[in-house]
């Protein structure tokens, strides 16, 4: 999944990993190291590049609802919704 030139609206990093929300498409993108599953896709390898993070990103209305997230040295965490 190629991110190049496409608008981002937040970007968390942890240590050796980080993750993107395209606000145009609706989506979570992340990538890095996943040894611990930290890159919340289900896998526990590294990804070179971006993959879909499923959930809900866009409400029903379809407004993207931005998400709240944590990111530290080893993990990244996507949770409730925030406007």
Do not use: D
């Not at 050796?16 to 040894?35: N, Q, T």
């Amino acid at each position: 999944m190629e991110l190049m030139g496409t608008e981002m609206s937040q970007i968390a990093c942890g240590n050796k990993h980080s993750m993107a929300f395209v606000p145009s498409r609706g989506r979570l993108y992340s990538f890095g190291l996943g040894g611990s599953g930290q890159i919340g896709i289900g896998t526990y390898e590294m990804m070179a590049s971006p993959q879909v993070v499923r959930g809900p990103w866009v409400s029903p209305g379809g407004e993207p609802a931005v998400p709240k997230r944590v990111a530290g040295e080893n993990e990244a965490e996507v949770s409730e919704e925030v406007k």
